[in-house]
Protein backbone atom coordinates (compact mmCIF):
# COMPACT_ATOMS: atom_id res chain seq x y z
CA UNK A 1 0.00 0.00 0.00
CA UNK A 2 1.33 2.98 -0.89
CA UNK A 3 1.78 6.19 1.63
CA UNK A 4 -1.05 8.27 0.23
CA UNK A 5 -3.23 4.94 0.28
CA UNK A 6 -2.55 4.55 3.76
CA UNK A 7 -2.82 7.86 4.79
CA UNK A 8 -6.00 8.20 3.48
CA UNK A 9 -6.99 4.96 5.27
CA UNK A 10 -6.38 6.25 8.17
CA UNK A 11 -7.99 9.90 7.24
CA UNK A 12 -11.32 8.30 6.14
CA UNK A 13 -11.57 5.55 8.80
CA UNK A 14 -10.04 7.56 12.10
CA UNK A 15 -8.69 11.23 11.83
CA UNK A 16 -12.11 13.25 10.89
CA UNK A 17 -13.96 11.75 13.71
CA UNK A 18 -10.67 11.81 15.95
CA UNK A 19 -10.27 15.65 14.97
CA UNK A 20 -14.27 16.19 16.18
CA UNK A 21 -14.01 14.63 19.32
CA UNK A 22 -10.39 16.21 20.59
CA UNK A 23 -12.07 19.74 19.94
CA UNK A 24 -15.00 18.87 21.70
CA UNK A 25 -13.32 17.37 24.84
CA UNK A 26 -11.08 20.87 24.24
CA UNK A 27 -14.15 22.94 24.71
CA UNK A 28 -15.84 21.18 27.63
CA UNK A 29 -12.10 21.87 29.12
CA UNK A 30 -12.83 25.64 28.17
CA UNK A 31 -16.74 25.94 28.89
CA UNK A 32 -16.63 28.60 31.43
CA UNK A 33 -13.54 30.50 29.95
CA UNK A 34 -13.82 33.78 28.78
CA UNK A 35 -12.84 35.48 25.47
CA UNK A 36 -13.13 32.08 23.34
CA UNK A 37 -13.81 33.01 20.14
CA UNK A 38 -13.39 29.62 18.30
CA UNK A 39 -12.30 25.90 18.84
CA UNK A 40 -11.46 24.25 16.02
CA UNK A 41 -10.84 20.90 15.05
CA UNK A 42 -9.07 19.38 11.49
CA UNK A 43 -7.98 16.35 10.16
CA UNK A 44 -4.52 17.17 7.91
CA UNK A 45 -5.86 17.10 4.48
CA UNK A 46 -4.43 14.28 2.35
CA UNK A 47 -2.47 16.90 -0.57
CA UNK A 48 -1.24 18.56 2.64
CA UNK A 49 -0.18 15.39 4.14
CA UNK A 50 1.73 14.23 0.76
CA UNK A 51 3.10 17.68 0.19
CA UNK A 52 4.68 17.59 4.06
CA UNK A 53 5.89 13.89 3.42
CA UNK A 54 8.35 14.75 0.32
CA UNK A 55 9.64 17.64 2.02
CA UNK A 56 14.02 17.50 2.17
CA UNK A 57 16.22 18.76 4.82
CA UNK A 58 19.49 19.28 3.76
CA UNK A 59 19.31 17.32 0.29
CA UNK A 60 17.44 14.29 2.57
CA UNK A 61 14.05 13.35 3.30
CA UNK A 62 13.24 15.13 6.12
CA UNK A 63 10.63 12.13 7.07
CA UNK A 64 11.95 8.75 6.79
CA UNK A 65 8.49 7.66 8.08
CA UNK A 66 5.62 10.45 7.74
CA UNK A 67 2.86 8.35 9.61
CA UNK A 68 5.16 8.14 12.73
CA UNK A 69 6.31 11.48 12.30
CA UNK A 70 4.07 14.04 11.20
CA UNK A 71 2.41 15.09 14.21
CA UNK A 72 0.21 17.51 13.11
CA UNK A 73 -2.26 14.67 11.35
CA UNK A 74 -4.93 16.24 13.75
CA UNK A 75 -5.11 19.94 14.73
CA UNK A 76 -6.95 21.59 17.03
CA UNK A 77 -6.83 25.74 17.63
CA UNK A 78 -7.99 27.75 20.04
CA UNK A 79 -8.93 31.28 19.00
CA UNK A 80 -8.84 34.10 22.09
CA UNK A 81 -8.87 37.99 21.75
CA UNK A 82 -6.02 38.87 23.92
CA UNK A 83 -2.09 38.00 23.89
CA UNK A 84 -2.50 37.69 28.21
CA UNK A 85 -5.48 34.85 27.13
CA UNK A 86 -2.85 33.34 25.10
CA UNK A 87 -1.03 32.37 28.52
CA UNK A 88 -3.87 32.09 30.56
CA UNK A 89 -5.05 29.09 28.43
CA UNK A 90 -1.75 27.28 28.02
CA UNK A 91 -2.01 26.84 31.71
CA UNK A 92 -5.11 24.93 31.17
CA UNK A 93 -4.44 23.33 27.68
CA UNK A 94 -1.22 21.64 29.73
CA UNK A 95 -3.35 20.86 32.80
CA UNK A 96 -5.48 18.91 31.16
CA UNK A 97 -3.69 17.39 28.54
CA UNK A 98 -0.08 16.29 28.30
CA UNK A 99 2.79 17.53 26.08
CA UNK A 100 5.96 16.69 24.26
CA UNK A 101 6.72 19.52 23.02
CA UNK A 102 5.76 23.43 23.59
CA UNK A 103 6.82 25.86 21.40
CA UNK A 104 6.36 29.74 21.25
CA UNK A 105 6.66 30.29 17.74
CA UNK A 106 8.31 34.19 17.11
CA UNK A 107 10.15 35.28 14.16
CA UNK A 108 14.51 34.40 14.98
CA UNK A 109 15.44 38.16 14.54
CA UNK A 110 13.83 41.44 16.57
CA UNK A 111 13.75 42.82 13.11
CA UNK A 112 11.63 40.24 11.53
CA UNK A 113 8.21 39.90 11.51
CA UNK A 114 6.18 36.76 10.24
CA UNK A 115 4.39 33.87 12.07
CA UNK A 116 3.35 34.21 16.23
CA UNK A 117 2.23 31.44 18.12
CA UNK A 118 1.89 28.60 20.44
CA UNK A 119 2.06 25.49 19.45
CA UNK A 120 1.61 21.99 21.54
CA UNK A 121 1.98 18.34 20.53
CA UNK A 122 -0.02 16.53 22.84
CA UNK A 123 -0.75 12.70 23.65
CA UNK A 124 -4.52 12.15 21.74
CA UNK A 125 -6.64 11.33 24.74
CA UNK A 126 -7.99 8.07 25.10
CA UNK A 127 -11.43 9.32 25.88
CA UNK A 128 -11.53 10.62 22.41
CA UNK A 129 -10.48 7.02 20.97
CA UNK A 130 -14.53 5.50 20.49
CA UNK A 131 -14.15 1.94 20.58
CA UNK A 132 -15.33 1.05 16.98
CA UNK A 133 -11.97 3.29 16.15
CA UNK A 134 -9.21 1.25 14.34
CA UNK A 135 -6.45 1.73 16.77
CA UNK A 136 -3.70 0.92 15.05
CA UNK A 137 -4.24 3.79 12.94
CA UNK A 138 -4.82 6.44 15.52
CA UNK A 139 -1.77 8.54 15.72
CA UNK A 140 -0.35 8.77 19.10
CA UNK A 141 -0.25 12.86 19.00
CA UNK A 142 -1.80 16.20 17.88
CA UNK A 143 -0.99 19.41 17.50
CA UNK A 144 -3.04 22.07 19.50
CA UNK A 145 -2.18 26.04 18.54
CA UNK A 146 -3.24 28.79 20.66
CA UNK A 147 -3.32 32.04 18.62
CA UNK A 148 -5.15 35.38 19.12
CA UNK A 149 -7.55 36.63 16.32
CA UNK A 150 -4.89 38.57 14.60
CA UNK A 151 -2.52 35.56 14.71
CA UNK A 152 -5.33 33.47 13.34
CA UNK A 153 -6.49 36.03 10.90
CA UNK A 154 -2.76 36.14 9.09
CA UNK A 155 -1.41 32.81 9.07
CA UNK A 156 -4.77 32.17 7.29
CA UNK A 157 -4.12 34.62 4.86
CA UNK A 158 -0.71 33.77 4.45
CA UNK A 159 -0.73 30.45 4.16
CA UNK A 160 -3.66 30.67 1.57
CA UNK A 161 -1.57 32.87 -0.28
CA UNK A 162 2.12 31.19 -0.33
CA UNK A 163 1.80 27.17 1.36
CA UNK A 164 -0.85 25.55 -0.79
CA UNK A 165 0.36 23.05 -2.70
CA UNK A 166 1.10 23.72 -6.20
CA UNK A 167 1.38 27.68 -5.97
CA UNK A 168 4.34 29.58 -6.71
CA UNK A 169 7.02 30.88 -4.33
CA UNK A 170 6.44 34.58 -3.30
CA UNK A 171 8.87 36.94 -4.61
CA UNK A 172 10.89 39.27 -2.35
CA UNK A 173 8.82 41.85 -2.34
CA UNK A 174 5.51 39.87 -1.78
CA UNK A 175 7.29 38.44 1.30
CA UNK A 176 8.19 41.93 1.94
CA UNK A 177 4.09 43.04 2.11
CA UNK A 178 3.37 39.17 4.30
CA UNK A 179 6.18 40.63 6.81
CA UNK A 180 4.16 44.12 6.81
CA UNK A 181 0.97 42.56 7.48
CA UNK A 182 2.42 40.68 10.18
CA UNK A 183 3.93 43.75 11.91
CA UNK A 184 0.54 44.95 11.88
CA UNK A 185 -1.42 42.30 13.74
CA UNK A 186 1.58 41.86 15.90
CA UNK A 187 0.73 45.63 16.36
CA UNK A 188 -2.76 45.46 16.83
CA UNK A 189 -2.36 42.28 19.32
CA UNK A 190 -0.29 44.76 21.37
CA UNK A 191 -2.46 47.92 21.37
CA UNK A 192 -5.03 45.26 22.48
CA UNK A 193 -3.51 43.99 25.61
CA UNK A 194 -2.80 47.33 26.54
CA UNK A 195 -6.46 48.58 26.20
CA UNK A 196 -6.98 44.93 27.79
CA UNK A 197 -5.33 45.85 31.12
CA UNK A 198 -5.91 49.48 31.10
CA UNK A 199 -9.92 48.76 31.02
CA UNK A 200 -9.63 45.83 33.25
CA UNK A 201 -7.01 46.23 35.49
CA UNK B 1 11.15 -16.86 18.91
CA UNK B 2 10.16 -12.85 19.46
CA UNK B 3 12.60 -12.12 22.15
CA UNK B 4 16.13 -11.67 20.45
CA UNK B 5 18.25 -10.22 23.09
CA UNK B 6 18.50 -10.15 26.67
CA UNK B 7 21.13 -8.19 28.80
CA UNK B 8 21.32 -7.86 32.80
CA UNK B 9 22.94 -5.49 34.91
CA UNK B 10 23.56 -5.57 38.73
CA UNK B 11 22.85 -1.84 39.84
CA UNK B 12 24.20 -0.69 43.08
CA UNK B 13 22.95 2.32 45.27
CA UNK B 14 24.60 5.68 43.61
CA UNK B 15 22.20 8.71 44.06
CA UNK B 16 24.00 11.67 45.60
CA UNK B 17 27.28 9.18 45.39
CA UNK B 18 30.15 10.83 43.34
CA UNK B 19 31.22 8.44 41.29
CA UNK B 20 29.08 5.09 40.91
CA UNK B 21 30.97 2.09 40.93
CA UNK B 22 31.10 0.41 37.25
CA UNK B 23 28.48 -1.37 36.43
CA UNK B 24 29.28 -5.03 34.90
CA UNK B 25 27.04 -6.87 33.14
CA UNK B 26 26.33 -9.86 30.89
CA UNK B 27 24.47 -10.79 27.91
CA UNK B 28 21.95 -13.69 29.03
CA UNK B 29 21.73 -16.94 26.17
CA UNK B 30 18.56 -17.55 24.60
CA UNK B 31 18.22 -20.94 26.38
CA UNK B 32 18.06 -23.23 29.57
CA UNK B 33 15.39 -22.15 32.68
CA UNK B 34 16.78 -18.51 33.17
CA UNK B 35 16.07 -17.91 29.87
CA UNK B 36 12.92 -19.02 30.25
CA UNK B 37 11.37 -17.23 33.24
CA UNK B 38 12.94 -14.16 31.46
CA UNK B 39 11.02 -14.73 28.14
CA UNK B 40 7.51 -15.06 30.26
CA UNK B 41 8.12 -12.02 32.26
CA UNK B 42 8.06 -10.35 28.11
CA UNK B 43 5.24 -12.33 27.06
CA UNK B 44 3.81 -11.58 30.42
CA UNK B 45 4.35 -7.86 29.88
CA UNK B 46 1.62 -6.61 28.00
CA UNK B 47 -0.87 -7.69 31.05
CA UNK B 48 1.52 -7.21 34.16
CA UNK B 49 2.14 -3.75 32.58
CA UNK B 50 -1.11 -1.66 33.27
CA UNK B 51 0.23 1.87 33.91
CA UNK B 52 0.51 3.87 30.38
CA UNK B 53 3.44 6.62 30.69
CA UNK B 54 4.41 9.01 28.37
CA UNK B 55 8.21 10.50 28.34
CA UNK B 56 8.19 13.81 29.65
CA UNK B 57 9.24 16.87 27.39
CA UNK B 58 12.79 18.29 27.72
CA UNK B 59 12.71 21.81 30.33
CA UNK B 60 12.42 24.28 27.34
CA UNK B 61 9.50 22.53 25.60
CA UNK B 62 11.63 20.36 23.11
CA UNK B 63 11.00 16.82 22.08
CA UNK B 64 13.55 15.26 23.84
CA UNK B 65 13.78 13.09 26.59
CA UNK B 66 17.16 11.56 28.38
CA UNK B 67 16.02 8.33 28.99
CA UNK B 68 14.36 8.10 25.76
CA UNK B 69 17.14 8.51 24.14
CA UNK B 70 19.44 5.77 25.89
CA UNK B 71 16.53 4.09 24.91
CA UNK B 72 16.70 4.41 21.50
CA UNK B 73 19.91 4.21 21.39
CA UNK B 74 19.95 0.37 22.84
CA UNK B 75 17.14 -0.17 20.32
CA UNK B 76 19.07 1.13 17.06
CA UNK B 77 22.19 -1.19 18.67
CA UNK B 78 21.44 -3.37 21.17
CA UNK B 79 24.44 -3.92 23.04
CA UNK B 80 25.64 -4.65 26.48
CA UNK B 81 27.56 -1.00 26.44
CA UNK B 82 24.44 0.57 25.37
CA UNK B 83 22.33 -1.55 27.54
CA UNK B 84 25.15 -0.01 30.73
CA UNK B 85 23.71 3.47 30.06
CA UNK B 86 20.43 2.64 31.05
CA UNK B 87 21.79 0.88 33.97
CA UNK B 88 24.19 3.28 35.02
CA UNK B 89 21.10 5.82 34.75
CA UNK B 90 19.56 3.81 36.72
CA UNK B 91 22.22 3.65 39.25
CA UNK B 92 22.23 7.37 39.65
CA UNK B 93 18.56 7.51 40.67
CA UNK B 94 19.04 4.43 43.38
CA UNK B 95 19.30 5.37 46.75
CA UNK B 96 18.76 3.39 50.37
CA UNK B 97 14.83 3.09 49.68
CA UNK B 98 15.60 1.41 46.69
CA UNK B 99 18.61 -0.49 47.26
CA UNK B 100 20.13 -2.97 44.57
CA UNK B 101 18.33 -4.13 42.19
CA UNK B 102 19.11 -6.46 38.90
CA UNK B 103 18.14 -4.72 35.93
CA UNK B 104 17.35 -6.86 32.94
CA UNK B 105 16.92 -5.38 28.88
CA UNK B 106 14.70 -7.89 27.08
CA UNK B 107 14.49 -6.68 23.40
CA UNK B 108 12.22 -8.53 20.49
CA UNK B 109 10.25 -7.97 17.27
CA UNK B 110 6.23 -8.95 16.99
CA UNK B 111 5.15 -8.69 13.94
CA UNK B 112 6.42 -5.29 12.41
CA UNK B 113 6.93 -3.96 15.98
CA UNK B 114 9.96 -4.03 18.07
CA UNK B 115 9.29 -4.53 21.99
CA UNK B 116 11.98 -3.79 24.81
CA UNK B 117 11.23 -4.81 28.40
CA UNK B 118 13.03 -3.26 31.19
CA UNK B 119 12.36 -5.54 34.44
CA UNK B 120 14.01 -4.87 37.72
CA UNK B 121 14.30 -7.03 40.15
CA UNK B 122 14.67 -5.93 43.87
CA UNK B 123 17.03 -8.16 46.01
CA UNK B 124 16.38 -10.06 48.88
CA UNK B 125 17.44 -12.34 51.43
CA UNK B 126 17.03 -16.10 51.46
CA UNK B 127 17.25 -19.71 53.31
CA UNK B 128 18.43 -22.19 50.53
CA UNK B 129 17.36 -25.58 52.62
CA UNK B 130 18.85 -28.86 50.80
CA UNK B 131 17.43 -32.26 51.86
CA UNK B 132 18.91 -35.58 51.29
CA UNK B 133 17.91 -38.82 52.96
CA UNK B 134 19.86 -38.45 55.21
CA UNK B 135 20.04 -34.81 56.49
CA UNK B 136 18.86 -31.42 55.57
CA UNK B 137 21.02 -28.62 54.99
CA UNK B 138 20.40 -24.69 55.31
CA UNK B 139 22.58 -22.40 54.00
CA UNK B 140 21.55 -18.37 54.54
CA UNK B 141 21.45 -16.35 51.14
CA UNK B 142 22.19 -13.10 50.48
CA UNK B 143 21.84 -10.92 46.99
CA UNK B 144 18.93 -13.17 45.79
CA UNK B 145 16.95 -11.21 42.95
CA UNK B 146 13.41 -11.79 43.15
CA UNK B 147 9.97 -10.75 41.28
CA UNK B 148 8.85 -9.61 44.25
CA UNK B 149 4.82 -8.50 44.20
CA UNK B 150 5.87 -5.79 46.70
CA UNK B 151 8.62 -4.14 44.90
CA UNK B 152 8.50 -5.46 41.40
CA UNK B 153 9.11 -3.01 38.89
CA UNK B 154 8.82 -3.09 35.11
CA UNK B 155 8.24 -0.99 31.52
CA UNK B 156 7.37 -2.31 28.42
CA UNK B 157 7.73 -0.04 25.27
CA UNK B 158 6.65 -0.97 21.59
CA UNK B 159 6.67 0.88 18.44
CA UNK B 160 7.53 0.62 14.85
CA UNK B 161 9.41 3.73 14.02
CA UNK B 162 12.67 4.35 16.29
CA UNK B 163 12.54 7.77 15.01
CA UNK B 164 8.13 9.14 15.93
CA UNK B 165 7.54 6.13 17.79
CA UNK B 166 8.73 5.24 21.97
CA UNK B 167 6.90 8.04 23.45
CA UNK B 168 4.80 6.13 25.25
CA UNK B 169 4.97 2.94 27.35
CA UNK B 170 3.28 0.81 29.94
CA UNK B 171 4.79 0.33 33.19
CA UNK B 172 4.43 -1.52 36.66
CA UNK B 173 5.04 -0.53 39.81
CA UNK B 174 4.16 -2.29 43.05
CA UNK B 175 5.39 0.50 44.94
CA UNK B 176 3.42 3.22 43.75
CA UNK B 177 0.98 3.76 46.49
CA UNK B 178 2.71 2.56 49.15
CA UNK B 179 0.88 1.68 52.71
CA UNK B 180 2.50 4.77 54.28
CA UNK B 181 0.94 6.81 51.15
CA UNK B 182 4.31 7.97 50.15
CA UNK B 183 4.19 7.55 46.52
CA UNK B 184 7.18 6.09 44.75
CA UNK B 185 8.59 8.15 42.29
CA UNK B 186 11.84 6.34 41.29
CA UNK B 187 10.52 4.23 38.92
CA UNK B 188 8.33 6.50 36.61
CA UNK B 189 9.46 9.64 37.56
CA UNK B 190 12.94 9.76 37.75
CA UNK B 191 14.25 6.81 36.24
CA UNK B 192 12.05 6.46 33.12
CA UNK B 193 11.36 10.53 33.39
CA UNK B 194 8.16 9.98 32.34
CA UNK B 195 4.09 10.97 33.77
CA UNK B 196 1.28 9.03 33.62
CA UNK B 197 -0.26 9.39 30.12
CA UNK B 198 -3.00 10.88 31.34
CA UNK B 199 -2.67 14.25 33.70
CA UNK B 200 -4.66 14.46 37.10
CA UNK B 201 -6.91 16.71 36.56
CA UNK B 202 -8.19 15.31 33.24
CA UNK B 203 -8.49 11.72 34.91
CA UNK B 204 -9.92 13.12 37.94
CA UNK B 205 -12.31 15.18 35.58
CA UNK B 206 -13.43 12.26 33.69
CA UNK B 207 -14.45 10.24 36.98
CA UNK B 208 -16.14 12.87 38.19
CA UNK B 209 -17.98 13.81 35.47
CA UNK B 210 -18.77 9.99 35.02
CA UNK B 211 -20.07 10.03 38.11
CA UNK B 212 -22.41 13.01 38.28
CA UNK B 213 -23.90 11.96 34.83
CA UNK B 214 -24.53 8.16 36.25
CA UNK B 215 -26.37 9.71 39.51
CA UNK B 216 -28.34 11.80 37.09
CA UNK B 217 -29.74 8.92 35.60
CA UNK B 218 -29.70 6.40 38.05
CA UNK B 219 -32.31 4.75 40.17
CA UNK B 220 -32.13 5.76 43.79
CA UNK B 221 -30.43 2.83 45.37
CA UNK B 222 -27.78 3.30 42.43
CA UNK B 223 -27.98 7.30 43.09
CA UNK B 224 -27.23 6.76 47.05
CA UNK B 225 -24.52 4.74 45.87
CA UNK B 226 -22.63 6.67 43.31
CA UNK B 227 -23.04 9.52 46.01
CA UNK B 228 -21.93 8.12 49.23
CA UNK B 229 -18.51 7.06 47.20
CA UNK B 230 -18.59 10.46 45.86
CA UNK B 231 -18.53 11.62 49.36
CA UNK B 232 -15.95 9.61 50.29
CA UNK B 233 -13.84 10.14 47.65
CA UNK B 234 -11.56 12.92 48.88
CA UNK B 235 -9.95 10.66 51.15
CA UNK B 236 -8.34 9.64 47.44
CA UNK B 237 -6.34 13.14 47.13
CA UNK B 238 -2.69 12.16 45.78
CA UNK B 239 -3.75 8.62 45.36
CA UNK B 240 -2.90 6.73 42.36
CA UNK B 241 -5.45 4.76 40.24
CA UNK B 242 -7.67 4.12 38.12
CA UNK B 243 -11.93 3.81 37.93
CA UNK B 244 -11.74 -0.02 38.16
CA UNK B 245 -9.71 0.10 41.24
CA UNK B 246 -11.96 3.48 42.48
CA UNK B 247 -15.32 1.05 41.85
CA UNK B 248 -13.32 -2.00 43.97
CA UNK B 249 -12.39 0.42 46.99
CA UNK B 250 -16.15 2.27 47.73
CA UNK B 251 -17.34 -1.51 46.99
CA UNK B 252 -19.68 -0.28 44.38
CA UNK B 253 -22.49 -3.13 43.30
CA UNK B 254 -22.61 -4.25 39.48
CA UNK B 255 -25.93 -2.01 38.95
CA UNK B 256 -23.75 0.86 39.92
CA UNK B 257 -20.48 -0.13 37.99
CA UNK B 258 -22.73 -0.25 34.74
CA UNK B 259 -23.88 3.38 35.07
CA UNK B 260 -20.52 4.47 35.56
CA UNK B 261 -19.35 2.40 32.71
CA UNK B 262 -22.18 3.72 30.69
CA UNK B 263 -20.74 7.59 31.38
CA UNK B 264 -17.65 6.31 29.98
CA UNK B 265 -16.39 7.06 26.45
CA UNK B 266 -14.66 3.65 25.62
CA UNK B 267 -14.14 0.53 27.08
CA UNK B 268 -10.14 1.41 27.91
CA UNK B 269 -10.25 4.08 29.91
CA UNK B 270 -11.26 2.51 33.04
CA UNK B 271 -8.40 1.14 33.36
CA UNK B 272 -6.26 4.21 32.69
CA UNK B 273 -4.45 5.26 35.67
CA UNK B 274 -4.38 8.77 37.44
CA UNK B 275 -3.64 10.75 40.09
CA UNK B 276 -6.53 12.07 41.87
CA UNK B 277 -7.35 15.76 42.09
CA UNK B 278 -9.42 16.89 44.93
CA UNK B 279 -9.61 20.20 43.97
CA UNK B 280 -10.44 19.39 40.19
CA UNK B 281 -13.11 16.22 41.81
CA UNK B 282 -15.13 18.67 43.57
CA UNK B 283 -15.23 21.12 40.86
CA UNK B 284 -16.89 19.11 39.07
CA UNK B 285 -19.17 17.20 41.76
CA UNK B 286 -19.43 16.92 45.32
CA UNK B 287 -22.20 15.20 47.64
CA UNK B 288 -22.87 15.65 51.13
CA UNK B 289 -24.59 12.88 53.04
CA UNK B 290 -26.08 12.92 56.62
CA UNK B 291 -27.30 9.91 58.18
CA UNK B 292 -29.99 10.23 60.75
CA UNK B 293 -30.60 8.45 64.01
CA UNK B 294 -33.47 7.35 62.62
CA UNK B 295 -32.37 5.70 59.65
CA UNK B 296 -32.74 8.43 57.78
CA UNK B 297 -30.59 9.33 55.15
CA UNK B 298 -30.30 12.65 53.25
CA UNK B 299 -28.20 13.01 50.23
CA UNK B 300 -28.00 16.36 47.77
CA UNK B 301 -25.45 18.22 45.72
CA UNK B 302 -23.13 19.59 47.96
CA UNK B 303 -23.27 23.20 46.45
CA UNK B 304 -27.35 23.67 47.27
CA UNK B 305 -27.45 20.93 50.29
CA UNK B 306 -28.29 23.61 52.74
CA UNK B 307 -30.82 25.25 50.31
CA UNK B 308 -32.92 21.54 49.52
CA UNK B 309 -32.70 20.32 52.82
CA UNK B 310 -33.78 23.17 55.89
CA UNK B 311 -32.35 22.22 59.12
CA UNK B 312 -34.22 23.00 62.32
CA UNK B 313 -32.70 22.51 65.71
CA UNK B 314 -34.74 20.33 67.63
CA UNK B 315 -33.20 19.59 71.24
CA UNK B 316 -29.86 21.67 71.71
CA UNK B 317 -28.87 19.56 74.43
CA UNK B 318 -30.14 16.04 72.87
CA UNK B 319 -28.71 17.84 69.40
CA UNK B 320 -31.58 16.82 68.07
CA UNK B 321 -32.24 18.28 64.74
CA UNK B 322 -34.94 17.93 61.91
CA UNK B 323 -34.38 18.21 58.33
CA UNK B 324 -37.16 18.73 55.97
CA UNK B 325 -37.53 19.72 51.86
CA UNK B 326 -40.42 20.21 49.88
CA UNK B 327 -40.70 19.35 45.95
CA UNK B 328 -42.32 16.52 43.77
CA UNK B 329 -41.68 13.05 43.73
CA UNK B 330 -39.80 11.99 40.99
CA UNK B 331 -38.21 8.66 41.74
CA UNK B 332 -39.51 6.42 44.65
CA UNK B 333 -37.75 3.11 45.24
CA UNK B 334 -37.83 -0.03 47.39
CA UNK B 335 -34.94 -1.79 48.23
CA UNK B 336 -35.10 -5.13 48.39
CA UNK B 337 -35.73 -6.55 52.08
CA UNK B 338 -32.67 -9.06 53.01
Redesign the interface.
Same mark, same amino acid.
Given at each position: MSLQSEYKNRYDKVLTRLAEAIAEQVQG?LRSEPRIDRVTGRAKDIASFMDKARREENGKKK? !??P? !??I?DQIGVRIITFYTSDVTRLHDIV????? =? $??? +??HVPESEKEFSYFGRHF?L +?V =???? $? !??DMDRTLVP??FELQIKTLFQHAWSEAEHDLGYKPGTTPLTSEQKRRLAFTSAQAWGADHIFEELFRERHP | MSVQHVHTYLVHIGKGKAGPPRIGGTTVALKDKFFDLLNNIYSRSDDECDIDITFSLSPDGKQQNPCRDLILDYLRNPTLPNGRMIAERLEKMTDNRSGLGLLFLIGGTEGKERKLVISRFPTDSAILADENQTALTVEFLERVFMKSKYSYKAVSYRGRSLEGDFWSGRATDKQINPSNGDISNYWIVEFLASEFSITPAAGTRRLAVALRDAAKKADIEVKTELAAATTLASRLKGQRLNIDEFEQRFGLSPEACAALRSELKNSKVAQERFQFDSDEFNSVIRYRSVEMSSGGILIGPSGNFDKIFQKEVVDKEKKRVRYSTEGTVVDTRLKKGL
Amino acid at each position: MSLQSEYKNRYDKVLTRLAEAIAEQVQGYLRSEPRIDRVTGRAKDIASFMDKARREENGKKKY !SEPL !SQIQDQIGVRIITFYTSDVTRLHDIVVKYFR =P $IEI +KNHVPESEKEFSYFGRHFIL +KV =PTDA $I !SDDMDRTLVPEFFELQIKTLFQHAWSEAEHDLGYKPGTTPLTSEQKRRLAFTSAQAWGADHIFEELFRERHP | MSVQHVHTYLVHIGKGKAGPPRIGGTTVALKDKFFDLLNNIYSRSDDECDIDITFSLSPDGKQQNPCRDLILDYLRNPTLPNGRMIAERLEKMTDNRSGLGLLFLIGGTEGKERKLVISRFPTDSAILADENQTALTVEFLERVFMKSKYSYKAVSYRGRSLEGDFWSGRATDKQINPSNGDISNYWIVEFLASEFSITPAAGTRRLAVALRDAAKKADIEVKTELAAATTLASRLKGQRLNIDEFEQRFGLSPEACAALRSELKNSKVAQERFQFDSDEFNSVIRYRSVEMSSGGILIGPSGNFDKIFQKEVVDKEKKRVRYSTEGTVVDTRLKKGL
